[in-house]
């Protein structure tokens, strides 16, 4: 039986991570919402994903936060820039578990403060660091590239689409949908999407041809 090489290991389980954390950035806002509905006992979303944290599900927000905040803040990619990326990220993510919306003031601007930084600092990753190549990019590397960008892009229309909300639609009827849950489950989603890519779930480079064996 074929045996893999020690590094084709190490990268085989690095990928794997980055699934997992594609994985668990998709499904936090799912967790949170279901359990949610259960706990209520009705289909009944909360203003945002943070507001989860007043019920038992802040154990389900908190445990898959401190996972994705370790595994950024360990991640190491081609330079120095992917290094200082994912340590802030990592920080941003812990700030976000730690410090509870409905908390002390300074825990509120703690949290909204880390939540603004983890999404810039994602975005950042998607649309710039993933999009780097160390040769001439491959076919599927451009369309990979392109899938990058749309979810850096993403995560900073939701963004931005918070901040106008919040700083013009609040009270206003637009609350009943709930916008800043599933914006901010969009980002979460658009996060998710670039690192499944990323761990080449999807659209890897199709392996080179091998030359045929003859007696």
């Not at 998709?26 to 943070?50: D, E």
């Not at 370790?70 to 081609?78: A, D, K, N, S």
């Not at 820039?81 to 919306?101: E, H, M, R």
């Not at 001439?136 to 963004?159: D, E, Q």
Request: glycine fraction near 8%; proline fraction near 5%.
């Amino acid at each position: 039986m074929a045996t893999r090489a020690p590094e084709d290991v190490v990268v085989v389980s690095y990928l794997t991570l980055r699934r997992v954390v594609g994985v668990l950035g998709m499904a936090l806002p799912v967790v949170v919402a279901v359990w949610g509905f259960v706990l209520q006992r009705g289909l009944h979303l909360l203003p945002s994903i943070s507001d989860y944290y007043s019920l038992r599900t802040r154990d389900a927000f908190v445990g898959i936060l401190f996972t994705i905040a370790w595994f950024l803040y360990t991640y190491r990619g081609y330079d120095r820039k992917d290094d200082l990326a994912g340590d802030w990220a990592g920080l941003f993510a812990l700030g976000v578990a730690l410090s509870p919306n409905s908390g002390t003031p300074l825990e509120q601007i703690l949290h909204y403060l880390s939540a603004t930084g983890l999404f810039l600092v994602l975005a950042y990753f998607s649309a710039v660091l993933f999009t780097k190549s160390g040769g001439s990019p491959t076919p599927r590397k451009l369309i990979r590239n392109h899938v990058y960008r749309a979810c850096g892009l993403a995560m900073l229309l939701c963004i931005a689409l918070i901040a106008l909300y919040q700083a013009t639609l609040t009270g206003t009827p637009v609350a009943r949908l709930n916008p800043v849950f599933w914006l901010e489950a969009l980002a979460l989603w658009a996060f998710g999407v670039s690192w499944f890519v990323k761990g080449e779930t999807i659209l890897k480079d199709k392996e080179p041809a091998r030359p045929a064996v003859t007696a």
